[in-house]
Each structure stands twice: as C-alpha cells, then as structure tokens.
C-alpha cells in the first residue's frame, strides 16, 4: 500500500515535468565543472575589509553569471554528502541517517547518469581519503565513471583537513587535461573542495588578509580562509581558461553547507560601529537582533552557473533549495529526470524550500518543526496561518515520498516496470497495485 502512494505521487506529481523556457538548452553538450565549495556561506560575499572584500573573485563569477541569492543547502547529519547527493539526484537525503552511507547500494537517477546518455565522461575529484562519507562506494553508485581521491593527488601542501585548495586544483587540471585528451567526449567532472572547513584554525596558512575588528575571533578566521579558497577558485578558473578547458563549458558551483558559526559571531559582524570602534547595544537604533530566522536566512549558501562565454548577468532572488538544482540545470542542458522533487527555477516565481527535518520556507516565512511555529522573516513574529496544518502536511508528505524511494529502492522497482514497457495508465496502476 505505502509501495503504491509513494508510485502514484511521483507518475502524478513528479514525472514529465518537462518545461520549455530561454534558458531550455542553452549549454546543451557542454563540459560541465561542478565546484562543490566547501562551508561557502553567501553573507561572506558581502564582507570587506581594508584588504578588500572577502571573496572577490566569487563576487564576479556571481555578477557574470546566473546568481541565486536566495539559495539554502537542504541536508540532514550527512552534511557535505547529503548536499552531494541532493545535488545530483534532486531527492532529498534520508532524515534518520547518512544517505551516502547506509543506502549506497540503492538505484538513483544522477545528473551523470543521464549525461551518460548523452555520451558524456564524468569524474569525480577530492583530496581527502576516498572512503570518507563512503564516497569510494557512492561515488560509483552516483554513476561516476572515476574517483580521483587522495591517493591519485601528491600531498605537497596541506592545510586543515589535508591537501590544500590550491594544489588540489592545479593537479586537478592536468588529470582534466589528460582525460579531455583521452576521452573524444563531453566530460562533467565534480570538484570537492576542503580547505575551507570547520573549525577554520589553521589560519597561519591562509595568507595575509586583515579583517580588522575581527582579528583573532573564529568568525574572522572564517573568513580568512574563504578568502583563501577565493583565491584557490581564481586560480582554477584562470588555469582552466590557459589551458583552453572553458572555451565550450559551464561552471556550477554551490556552497555545500553553512559553516556553524555561531549567533555572537554573527553580531561581530553586524552590530560593529566603525565610528566609535565598538559594538552596538540591543538599545542602540542600529542593533541588527541575529534573531532564529535571521540566522536561518545567513545559512544561505552561494548557487551560481557561469560561463566564460556567456554573460548571463542575472541574480535570481527566489527561494531555492538543493533539489531544484538538478530540475534547473536539467533545463538548460537538454535531459530530464523523471523522479526529480525540485523545480527549475527559471520556471517558476514562487518556491517554497523543504529541509529533511520538516523545516521549511518560502520568500516571507520559516516554518520550524520544533517549536511548530511560523515566523515571518520580515520581525521574527510568529504568524496564525489557517492553512499551516494542510501545507505541513504536505511538506511531510514529500519528505516522506523522499525517504520511502531511498529506503524502498523505488527507483530500480520503477525503472524496472518501465524497461518492460509498463508505463501505467491510472486503470492499470490501481489493478497493479491492489
Ligand atoms: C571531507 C569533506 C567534509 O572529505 O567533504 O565533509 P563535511 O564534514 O563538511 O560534511
């Protein structure tokens, strides 16, 4: 019975959602370097300092290119790997475990998968030991045709987690070089980045970059080291372009998650008074309260497309979560996933982001499933909305569709109906499912 709601939703609701729009195809058979930026929050592209702003190069990959501002991470306790995998599948991971680790031998539709149709190579690319968030396994299941882990990089320089971002990147050329070389194909090739990671304290090797009041507090080595992987982005862009690798490409890169920055480091940088040198008080009329759904909207991490050609020059303001990434993307390169949960963006003008543990939010409110209140964005008051038990409801309702196709293994049991050419008529699915 449950086997057959969850098959029901997703012919009715999820599949053939094909749209049609300026931006259908427009980076048809391209190479495709997916950036997946490690704890890359968006409130830090804004930041600057005497040196300058915090992530200049960022800033104009996100001025060139197609920007969404209002962009959030949609991952439970698997962070980096549950971003991954949302990422490529347009589901959203488990909610009472790690996706990557318990339900690697599951069937997906992955954004490679369906390049693979299309006759791409693709390949994934991390510094870190290859069994971390058991991507050895997932990254496989995911349908990547190769891994380059840890042991296909020379560790030369490390910082924080292990092998740096710059190194990371500038070997990473020469294998995307040797492959584009040796695959006659289009190539999508994923790049993990670590560098910038929690708890940010290897900050003698980041480089000099002064951030003023914040010197010496964890929200100011936050920053330093974004500035670092700023710095280790340019120079895989720019290397990239020296080596003719972005003349018929596109860039797609996310924030993987927030980086667990806490609420008086927040108000370090938003109630700080340049003219006396000192803090505001909650008395003071310039006071920003870093209040719960304040925080929530500076979890916000960057999702941006760009391309050396094409100059979009467009910021999205939107709500957008992790699964629409792949319906958007989708879109613009030709396929379709039939079991997709999110929406392309540029389809739609309202959205509404759904988190694994029941949180949700759309352009004015955020819904917390543990206090079970609805705060406005606009004062943090909590709001009386009559159809709240009905929208929840329905929230609950796709979380679960999510979970019961990861736990269930709907996909290989759909996907199999679909090889014997069992494309079911509403008559024909209830026979089949009673
Ligand atoms: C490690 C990396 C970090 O390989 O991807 O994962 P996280 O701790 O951010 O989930």
């Given at each position: 019975e449950e086997v057959s709601v969850v098959l029901e939703d997703l012919v009715d609701?999820?599949?053939?959602t094909e749209t049609v729009n300026e931006?259908?195809?427009?980076?048809?058979?391209r190479d495709i370097y997916v950036i997946h930026y490690?704890?890359?929050?968006?409130?830090?592209?804004d930041q600057e300092f005497e040196d300058g702003p915090v992530t200049p190069f960022l800033n104009k990959m996100a001025s060139e290119g197609l920007y969404f501002n209002n962009f959030y991470p949609q991952h439970s306790v698997g962070t980096s790997s549950d971003t991954e995998f949302t990422f490529n599948t347009s589901l959203l991971p488990i909610?009472?475990?790690t996706v990557f680790m318990t339900h690697a031998n599951r069937e997906y539709v992955s954004l490679q998968k369906l390049l693979k149709q299309e006759g791409y190579y693709s390949m994934s690319m991390h510094?870190?030991?290859?069994?971390f968030w058991n991507r050895n396994m997932m990254h496989k299941t995911l349908g990547y045709d190769r891994f380059f882990s840890?042991?296909?990089?020379?560790?030369d320089e490390e910082i924080g987690l292990g092998l740096s971002d710059k190194s990371f990147f500038r070997q990473s050329i020469e294998k995307i070089k040797e492959t584009k070389e040796q695959q006659n194909s289009p190539v999508i090739s994923t790049l993990i980045t670590l560098?910038?990671?929690?708890?940010?304290?290897?900050?003698?090797?980041?480089g000099e970059f002064n951030v003023g009041h914040l010197e010496g507090t964890d929200i100011g080595n936050y920053l330093k080291s974004f500035h670092y992987a700023d710095e280790a982005l340019q120079t895989f862009i720019e290397g990239m372009d020296q080596e003719g690798l972005l003349d018929n490409a596109i860039v797609v890169l996310y924030?993987?998650?927030?980086?667990?920055?806490s609420k008086s480091d927040y108000e370090k940088v938003y109630n700080y008074d340049e003219t006396t040198e000192d803090y505001y008080n909650?008395?003071?009329?310039?006071y920003t309260a870093i209040n719960g759904v304040y925080k929530e909207q500076l979890k916000r991490t960057p999702f941006i497309i760009w391309s050396k050609d094409k100059k979009i020059n467009e910021t999205i303001n939107t709500p957008m979560g992790m699964v629409d990434a792949l319906p958007t993307l989708s879109n613009m390169l030709g396929i379709l996933n039939p079991?997709?949960?999110?929406?392309d963006m540029m389809s739609v003008k309202e959205n509404t982001v759904v988190f694994p543990d029941g949180d949700w939010l759309n352009s004015n409110h955020y819904y917390s499933a543990s206090s079970s209140k609805l705060y406005s964005f606009n004062n943090d008051e909590v709001i009386e909305d009559p159809d709240l038990i009905a929208t929840n409801h329905m929230i609950d309702e796709k979380i679960e569709l999510s979970n019961n196709i990861i736990q269930n293994d709907l996909i290989r049991f759909f996907n199999g109906l679909l090889a014997q050419n069992?494309?079911?008529?509403p008559e024909q699915r209830s026979i089949m499912y009673t």
């Open positions: 609701g999820n599949l053939n931006y259908s195809d427009i980076f048809k058979g490690e704890s890359a929050q968006a409130f830090a592209m909610n009472n475990g510094g870190n030991n290859g069994d840890k042991n296909d990089y020379v560790i560098t910038n990671h929690y708890p940010f304290d290897d900050v003698d090797k980041y924030g993987d998650h927030h980086a667990k920055i909650e008395e003071d009329p310039q079991y997709q949960l999110g929406v069992k494309v079911l008529t």
